[in-house]
Structure formats: C-alpha cells, structure tokens
C-alpha cells in the first residue's frame, strides 16, 4: 500500500528574509556559514560551523545544540546552558548564542568568522551585510527586507572579492 507523508518546506527567516527550501542560507567563498540539514528524527534543522578567526574550527553547531571539535576543546571554549540559552564562549568573549523562543523557533546571535580570517557580524555600518537590528540586509546601500527566496541553491554568497549574490541556483 502506498502512503502520503506531508512534511513542511523547510524555512529560515534570515535579516527578515524569507529563504524557503534553500539547503545553503549563507555562505562565504566555499564554506557554507548557516546550511539546512535533515535530522530523521526531527525534520530539518540549521548547521552553522564556528571558526576563530584564525580559520581554527572550533565548535559545530546543529538545532539548538553546541558541539565542540577536538581543535575547539584544545582551544579552551567554555559551553555554558541556562534556561532556553546556549553561550559559547572563548577567553571570556562570547562567539555564540542560541536563544530557545519556541518548540520550533531558534534565534542565533554571532560574531563568524570564515576559515579564511574574514568577519561577519551585525552592525550599524550600511556597508556591511546586515543593518544594527538585524533586521535587514544591506548590500550596498540596496536595504533587502521582508523578501521570499525560493528554491535557490544558496541564499546569499558572499565572496572574498567582495560580490554578493542573492537566491544562487
């Protein structure tokens, strides 16, 4: 006998945008920073790689949960867990957070770095990706909001050589 398995796209709301089964939110050069990946027991879930910003890969992180790497255990990142709260911090400074808002709702706050040394943070600075709030995307000087992407292969690429590209694939 056959059967229907109904399962809901997967979608990330990203600087207020909309990425709608998209397996690659965001990603620099090659790497991917923030990828969908399918758990079996969960449906999909977010993947985001943690590097210092000497390109050393420190932790992984999968849902709503921290996993160090060797190099990052070596590298002496503390995890510390509160209530509906994830921080993983290095030397005292925090990297990451994970915030728990719902049954199905994560919110991430993080200063990434690319295996290369480069650094993507929130910031206020209209040249960067995103605005202050984080709740845009600015490419220069063009504000991106409240957008649906659909089916694209990779959100937004950005390049060492300072392109971007938007809804790859």
């Known amino acids: 006998m056959n059967r229907l398995v109904f399962q809901k796209v997967p979608e990330v709301e990203f600087g207020s945008n909309k990425f709608i089964n998209c397996p690659i939110i965001f990603q620099f050069d090659d790497t991917p920073l923030i990828e969908l990946i399918k758990l079996e027991q969960a449906g999909f879930s977010t993947q985001i790689p943690i590097y210092h910003e000497d390109g050393t890969y420190l932790a992984k992180v999968v849902g709503s949960q921290l996993f160090p790497t060797d190099e990052g255990k070596r590298a002496g990142i503390n995890l510390h867990h509160y209530d509906k709260l994830t921080v993983c911090e290095l030397k005292n400074r925090?990297?990451?957070?994970?915030?728990?808002?719902?049954?199905?709702?994560?919110?991430?706050?993080?200063?990434?770095?690319?295996p290369s040394g480069y650094f993507v943070k929130y910031t206020d600075n209209?040249?960067?990706?995103?605005?202050?709030?984080?709740?845009?995307?600015?490419?220069?000087?063009?504000?991106?909001?409240?957008?649906?992407?659909?089916?694209?292969?990779?959100?937004?690429?950005?390049?060492?050589?300072?392109?971007?590209?938007?809804g790859c694939g």
């Open 94 to 114: 925090t990297l990451f957070e994970i915030r728990r808002e719902g049954p199905a709702a994560l919110k991430t706050t993080a200063e990434l770095f690319t």
């Open 126 to 166: 209209q040249s960067s990706l995103f605005n202050a709030s984080g709740d845009s995307l600015n490419i220069r000087g063009m504000v991106i909001r409240s957008s649906t992407f659909i089916d694209c292969r990779i959100g937004v690429w950005v390049k060492s050589d300072g392109s971007i590209n938007l």
